[in-house]
């Protein structure tokens, strides 16, 4: 079954210790992306990777680190989470600029 | 900067009623646009992808329409359910820049049984 997979699904975490959420897709994307979705805001970009090696920031990417070692994994990596970071992320997958994005279950964090 | 809005933001309707979201976006420099369904605290899940050389996709009760140059989508659905009560979500690709996808803040649809 075609799928993005996400872990953790929920995860508490305390300031400052650093944590990874996990994805991957099985589909051989080419582009996979992080959002992150708050009450009013909306779902807004984090990173975003056109490639193996190739990343960008998106529009709020301030706190987060991503990396692209293999085509099927996107790990989104919180070096220092801050309470303000307390939010629900997805991730996305994409063949390629013209087709239909893939989502993930999502990952409640909590940051306290 | 693209940005995308959806109105209404929430709506409730009785069971069996036909209705539409809206989607409107500022720049018309598209490649396509999908509309998705998330159900609370859930994923989402993709409902239909236009292309931006398409004027409409359909799939079961479901009908999304697009008219690039005024910058708008509609997405139908007919002979509404209670399961059809989620959060619709409408998201633009854009061509320039590395942004792959512009989401609105979303319809809340409940349906009354």
């Known amino acids: 079954e075609a799928q993005v997979t996400q872990n953790p699904r929920y995860l508490i975490t305390v300031t400052g210790k650093k944590l990874t959420v996990t994805c991957s897709q099985n589909?051989?994307?080419?582009?996979m992306s992080w959002y992150r979705q708050d009450p009013g805001l909306g779902l807004r970009q984090i990173y975003y990777?056109?490639?193996?090696?190739?990343?960008d920031k998106g529009d709020v990417p301030e706190g987060y680190k991503v990396s692209r070692k293999e085509k099927r994994n996107f790990p989104l990596i919180l070096e220092s989470p801050s309470p303000n970071q307390t939010s629900l992320y997805f991730c996305?997958?994409?063949?390629?600029?013209?087709?239909?994005?893939?989502f993930g279950q999502g990952t409640r964090l909590t940051v306290v | 900067k693209q940005e995308v809005t959806q109105i209404p933001a929430a709506l409730s309707v009785p069971e069996g009623e036909n209705l539409v979201l809206n989607c409107s976006f500022t720049d018309s420099a598209i490649y396509n646009l999908q509309w998705f369904r998330q159900d609370p605290g859930k994923g989402l899940t993709s409902l239909l992808l236009?292309?931006?050389?398409?004027r409409e996709q359909t799939s079961g009760r479901l009908n999304a329409s697009l008219d690039k140059s005024s910058g708008r989508s509609t997405l139908y659905i007919a002979a509404s359910q209670p399961g059809d009560s989620a959060t619709y979500l409408c998201?633009?690709?854009?061509?320039?820049?590395?942004?792959?996808?512009?989401f609105g803040k979303g319809t809340r649809l409940s349906v009354i049984a």
């Open positions: 990777s056109m490639n193996v090696e190739v990343t």
């Open positions: 998201a633009v690709r854009p061509h320039s820049g590395n942004t792959p996808l512009v």
């Open positions: 589909m051989n994307h080419e582009y």
């Open positions: 236009i292309q931006s050389s398409q």
């Open positions: 996305a997958s994409t063949r390629g600029e013209n087709t239909e994005a893939f």
